[in-house]
T-cell receptor, first 116, second 112 residues
């Protein structure tokens, strides 16, 4: 069964450094998402992406964050200058979105980011 | 508001039924979901229900939706130790947004 993959599984970085989290959504999916989960808290929406542009973003997704689909396969989340409070598990998700939107978001296994 | 609330903990004996409850605030939600998260792992979709349904059964799982009260529940029959995890409910499609809004999560502990 096709699945969403994410790399790396874990990343440790110094405060102020840039990080890029990578996701490979399911190949025929059209809508892509990033969510994050701070340790012990609920999963929060960051951004959705469709047709090569951001379709919706949360207040968490400030100017330090950006997303890109550079090659039709990968979907990346960049944090330009990481802060301690960016430490979290970051989940990528995708849905088919063909015709009427499909109802199921398929989640990747997550990247655990630790900012020191 | 966008609050989706769940009780924090539930502890059950192996073999008993578990019922995890969730309340949501937006009656325009199209789909409601249950996800399972094991320690250090990702989100596993367990089941979902369309907002015009009252009930959905899938093997050991039964989802009940009371749209009037904005209440969703997940019943796990014959709960096993492998069911120990955090369970998140989530709503989708509220106010024409395409994001999932997750609940606070319920930690289910199953003891022998």
């Amino acid at each position: 069964e096709p699945e969403v993959t994410q790399t790396p599984s874990h990343q440790v970085t110094q405060m102020g450094q840039e990080v890029i989290l990578r996701c490979v959504p399911i190949s025929n999916h059209l809508y892509f998402y990033w969510y994050r989960q701070i340790l012990g808290q609920k999963v929060e929406f960051l951004v959705s992406f469709y047709n090569n542009e951001i379709s919706e973003k949360s207040e968490i997704f400030d100017d330090q964050f950006s997303v890109e689909r550079p090659d039709g396969s990968n979907f990346t989340l960049k944090i330009r200058s990481t802060k301690l409070e960016d430490s979290a598990m970051y989940f990528c998700a995708s849905i088919p979105g063909q015709g009427a939107k499909m109802e199921t978001q398929y989640f990747g296994p997550g990247t655990r980011l630790l900012v020191l | 508001g966008e609050d989706v609330e769940q009780s924090l903990f539930l502890s059950v004996r192996e073999g008993d039924s578990s019922v995890i409850n969730c309340t949501y605030t937006d009656s325009s939600s199209t789909y409601l979901y249950w996800y399972k998260q094991e320690p250090g792992a990702g989100l596993q979709l367990l089941t979902y229900i369309f907002s015009n349904m009252d009930m959905k059964q899938d093997q050991r799982l039964t989802v009940l939706l009371n749209k009037k009260d904005k209440h969703l529940s997940l019943r796990i029959a014959d709960t096993q130790t492998g069911d120990s995890a955090i369970y998140f409910c989530a709503e989708w499609g509220a106010r024409d947004t395409d994001k999932l809004i997750f609940g606070t999560g319920t930690r289910l502990q199953v003891f022998p």
